[in-house]
T-cell receptor, first 113, second 117 residues
């Protein structure tokens, strides 16, 4: 069973601070995705990383895929209250003919103004 | 872009009754639909995978007789929580798997908050 462990589980920071969220697995993934979810809504895709060592930037968010494709990180620079939410990494697992998407354990971020 | 419409967004039901949740792909055909369950402040847990026209595949520990999944068409999948109990109260989310351009992607519904009283 492929598992995705995220750390930290909870994070409360002040506006303007930087933070990094980690997503780790003992298994190799062909790709990893990062989602952000707000209460009562479905998750929204932020990015997909595919190549080992790949770095992608989305405004103040920087995503990295580990060289061995077993881990990924999300770095937020100068966090803002609007960044508050549940951050989830996710990766496809192959069961028969279906690519199931499994989610990491999640990181709940609260950015205080 | 691909859109999945999930209804209802909220439902309250009495213990012992059944509740049906619908997910529709609005502008594409979803050959595969995934159903997730999420408890407060926790991650999404995959419950089952359904392919159009065939029986759903349930994850370990998920009762298939309690969570009935039907995927009768390429645009509609339903999850029925049968004989609901308070411990079934949760946030249920569907996701359609489909090819977007040349890549396989997942489009999520907006979720259904089920409260069993």
């Amino acid at each position: 069973t492929q598992l995705l462990e995220q750390s930290p589980q909870f994070l409360s920071i002040q506006e303007g601070e930087n933070l990094t969220v980690y997503c780790n697995s003992s298994s190799v993934f062909s790709s990893l995705q990062w989602y952000r979810q707000e209460p009562g809504e479905g998750p929204v895709l932020l990015v997909t990383v595919v190549t080992g060592g790949e770095v992608k930037k989305l405004k103040r968010l920087t995503f990295q895929f580990g060289d061995a494709r077993k881990d990924s990180s999300l770095h937020i620079t100068a966090a803002q209250p609007g960044d508050t939410g549940l951050y989830l990494c996710a990766g496809p697992t192959y069961g028969g003919a279906t690519n199931k998407l499994i989610f990491g354990t999640g990181t709940l971020l609260a950015v205080q103004p | 872009g691909a859109v999945v419409s999930q209804h209802p967004s909220r439902v309250i039901c009495k213990s012992g009754t059944s509740v049906k949740i619908e997910c529709r792909s609005l502008d594409f055909q979803a050959t595969t639909m995934f159903w997730y369950r999420q408890f407060p402040k926790q991650s999404l847990m995959l419950m089952a995978t359904s392919n159009e026209g065939s029986k759903a595949t349930y994850e370990q520990g998920v009762e298939k007789d309690k969570f009935l999944i039907n995927h009768a068409s390429l645009t509609l999948s339903t999850l029925t929580v049968t004989s609901a109990h308070p411990e079934d109260s949760s946030f249920y989310i569907c996701s359609a798997g489909t090819f977007i351009a040349l890549n396989y992607g997942y489009t999520f519904g907006s979720g259904t908050r089920l409260t069993v009283v």
